[in-house]
C-alpha cells in the first residue's frame, strides 16, 4: 500500500481517510437515477434522448431536471440513436431505362387511388435489420399496402403492391411513383403493373425530393420517439 502512495504522491493517511469517506447524498441519488435512465433508455430500444427520457421520469413521479439528466447521461456514455447506418443487402434484378418522372413533385391531389408512391428503407429490431417497402396514397397520405423482409428482393415490393391494389380494388388507372430501384424497374413489377393497370413514374437518379413525402414518413418511424 506505501508504494501505491508513493506511486499516486500522496500520504497513507490520506489515502485511508478517502477510501473511509462516504458518498455525498448528491452523489448516492445520481447514482441511483442513473439506474432508472439506463432503464428507460434501454426499453426504448436506444432511441429516446434526454428530453423524453426525463418526460418518462416525470411520468414515473421521480422528480428531476433536464439538464441534470443530460449530464447523467453523457457520463453514462447514453445518446439517443437517430437513423441507422445502412445494412448489407442482397439486391437483385436488372436495372432498366427509367420511367419519366410524370409526378413532378406535384404531391396533393385531390381524389383517392390516382397517385401512389412506393419506396424502400430499413429498420433496426432487436434481431437485425428488416427491409420494409410501402405504399401510399397521396390523397390522404395513409399506408395502403406494406411488406417486411430480411432481404430486398423484388418479392417485397410486388407484395406491397399487390397488398395495396386487393386492399384498395381501384377502379381505374393508378399511376405509382417510385426511385429507380432495381425492384421496382424489374420486368416482374412491369408485368405486376400492367396486370393491375397502373402505370409507373419514377424520380431521376440520386434525387430523394422527388419521391419526398415517402422519404418523410419513413423518417418519421425512424425519428427518436
Not at 2 to 16: N, S
Not at 144 to 155: A, D
Request: proline content about 3%; charged content about 25%.
Amino acid at each position: 500500500m506505501r508504494i501505491l502512495c508513493r506511486a499516486l504522491e500522496v500520504h497513507p493517511g490520506g489515502y485511508y481517510a478517502w477510501l473511509s469517506q462516504p458518498l455525498s447524498e448528491r452523489d448516492i441519488e445520481d447514482k441511483r437515477l442513473t439506474g432508472q435512465i439506463k432503464q428507460y433508455w434501454l426499453e426504448s430500444g436506444g432511441h429516446s434522448g434526454y428530453r423524453n427520457i426525463h418526460e418518462d421520469l416525470l411520468e414515473a413521479k421521480i422528480d428531476c431536471g433536464r439538464d441534470r439528466v443530460l449530464r447523467l447521461m453523457r457520463l453514462a456514455g447514453l445518446r439517443a440513436q437517430r437513423g441507422y447506418k445502412a445494412p448489407k443487402g442482397y439486391y437483385s434484378g436488372t436495372v432498366h431505362p427509367a420511367a419519366p418522372n410524370i409526378l413532378d413533385r406535384q404531391f396533393e391531389v385531390d381524389a383517392p387511388n390516382q397517385w401512389w408512391v412506393s419506396d424502400i428503407t430499413y429498420i433496426h429490431t432487436h434481431e437485425g435489420f428488416l427491409f420494409l417497402a410501402v405504399v401510399m396514397d397521396l390523397f390522404a397520405r395513409n399506408i395502403v399496402g406494406w411488406s417486411m423482409s430480411s432481404r430486398v428482393t423484388e418479392e417485397l415490393v410486388l407484395d406491397a403492391l399487390t397488398m395495396a391494389y386487393w386492399r384498395r380494388k381501384p377502379d381505374g388507372k393508378v399511376m405509382l411513383h417510385s426511385d429507380q430501384g432495381s425492384q421496382y424497374t424489374s420486368n416482374r413489377c412491369k408485368k405486376l403493373l400492367k396486370t393491375l393497370n397502373m402505370e409507373a413514374s419514377m424520380s431521376r437518379r440520386g434525387n430523394c425530393h422527388e419521391n419526398a413525402v415517402a422519404e418523410s414518413f419513413f423518417a418519421n418511424i425512424k425519428k427518436e420517439k
